[in-house]
Antibody, heavy 122, light 108 residues
Framework: EVQMLESGGGLVQPGGSLRLSCAAS????????MSWVRQAPGKGLEWVSV????????YYADSVKGRFTISRDNSKNTLYLQMNSLRAEDTAVYYC???????????????WGRGTLVTVSS | SYVLTQPPSVSVAPGQTARITCGGN??????VHWYQQKPGQAPVLVVY???DRPSGIPERFSGSNSGNTATLTISRVEAGDEADYYC???????????FGGGTKLTVL
């Protein structure tokens, strides 16, 4: 069965750090780009970041550039999101999503995890 | 940055056709993808590359894209189609993904 399971969410103070993980199974992980998409409470979807299958290319939304780092360990079939200098506006459910496409034409997301909630508050 | 504009809500009676629009500057030159999200659940891809359907998505879901507007069409709407729908593109000028603000589909 193809699935992805996020973990690592929780409550963190403003200015703090958190690392999210997404464990994938049921497909050849290294063959696909992977992305993080977030959704603030009661709000719409916001794309955060994407990483190519090899890990050699990464892209970020302006809202997180310089604060968040996406990475992957293909030997462990796991995607990561290191989040530093967290702000209240980063509070959201963070979904990992399997990407389909390429760096030349972009990606869409054909499989999503259930998400993990990150709350930034003092 | 590239902006996608969706109507906040669309209402339709069961059995009728729902059309959800996604506006963007020259969006017809981009590939548009659509997601369905029901309350408390993760999004599900329903249309990709303007008009293709993933396996398992009913033929009632279709898409089109031209000029400055892309459209998701849901024929013979059912109560189970009630959900939020989001359009998405890749903005190659900024190398960023972009989602529309979402449209809540209500089945009357």
């Amino acid at each position: 069965e193809v699935q992805m399971l996020e973990s690592g969410g929780g409550l963190v103070q403003p200015g703090g750090s958190l690392r999210l993980s997404c464990a994938a199974s049921g497909f050849t992980f290294s063959s696909y780009a992977m992305s993080w998409v977030r959704q603030a409470p009661g709000k719409g979807l916001e794309w955060v970041s994407v990483i190519s299958g090899s890990g050699g290319s990464t892209y970020y939304a302006d809202s997180v550039k310089g604060r968040f780092t996406i990475s992957r360990d293909n030997s462990k079939n796991t995607l990561y999101l290191q989040m530093n200098s967290l702000r209240a506006e980063d509070t959201a459910v963070y979904y990992c999503a399997k990407g389909y496409g390429s760096s030349s034409r972009g990606w869409y997301f054909d499989l999503w995890g259930r998400g993990t909630l990150v709350t930034v508050s003092s | 940055s590239y902006v996608l504009t969706q109507p906040p809500s669309v209402s339709v009676a069961p059995g009728q056709t729902a059309r959800i629009t996604c506006g963007g500057n020259n969006i017809g030159s981009k590939s548009v993808h659509w997601y369905q999200q029901k309350p408390g659940q993760a999004p599900v891809l329903v249309v990709y590359d303007d008009s293709d359907r993933p396996s398992g998505i009913p033929e009632r879901f279709s898409g089109s894209n031209s000029g400055n507007t892309a459209t998701l069409t849901i024929s013979r709407v059912e109560a189970g189609d009630e959900a939020d729908y989001y359009c998405q593109v890749w903005d190659s000028s900024s190398d960023q993904g972009v989602f529309g603000g979402g449209t809540k589909l209500t089945v009357l």
